[in-house]
């Protein structure tokens, strides 16, 4: 079989990194598309919160998988990787590149090399961790599932309870944490992958986070959470910078705490996403702030272009 002659370009790296930019630049470059691999940005209901790209910025290149899906829909990384795959085989009849931008990387993961095979869990299990999550709330399955399975606990979305209770399920129904059922091998794709990561110093990220987070708020978080309420049963909203905004309409908590949670736990996950991406050695990591950073991202693509894989 001849090699692929079609690339796919990651662009990933922690939130409010500068991903969005860094993706446009280089789509404008190579005169192509950019493919949202953000967990969150693909609803239409959600846009303050997941800082999704400006009307602006999505003016300068096409993007997919943005305002794609409804909350009220189940969307899974499954669901993705399908949809995801799909996408590109027609992006490629019409672009020798395609740029996949985001911060989610499991959806990265399913893409670049598909899914893991994880096995079916006892449903009595599943009702038995919701009605711990309900009874004694997500600090004791943290704790539990940092018992079972600390390499797991160290990468995933501690805010996600949906994630644990299914890491966890799959430990209970047979013995093995979640972690040991990654695939030793990749599924091959039919075109070149080239994984470029953003990264800056952590006190300069984690002030540019406080700061997202604080425009968040004078562009209207709360009004977009308080129109949500009557949706806040779906799994979508139970993420960051939603949770802890209907805490507040719970009375739980004052408005300054929880845009301090907010940053809190924004800055939480941009540590767990850097867990995540670190450990694939197939990613070029950059500096944000370099003022070159367009042309080196480009000469590394272009480098591993003409290198024989």
Known sequence: MPPPTKTLIVVAGPTAVGKTAAAIELAKHFNTVVVSADSRQFFREMSIGTAKPSDEELS???HYFINSHSITEPFSVGDFEKQG???LNELFKTHDYVILAGGSGLYIKAICEGFDDLPSADPAIREKLNLEL??????HLQEKLKLADPVYYSEVDLGNPQRIIRALEVFESTGNPISSYRQATVN?????IIKLALNMPREVLYNR???RVDLMMQQGLLAEVEALIPYRQYNALNTVGYSEIFDYIDGKTTLDKAVEMIKQNTRRFAKRQLTWFRRDEQFNWFNAQEADLIEKMIGAVQNASQTPA
């Open 60 to 62: 300068q290149a096409t």
């Open 209 to 211: 986070i406080n700061l």
């Open 134 to 139: 309900e009874e004694k709330g997500i600090i």
């Open 85 to 87: 795959l799909a996408l």
């Open 188 to 192: 091959k794709r039919p075109f070149n």
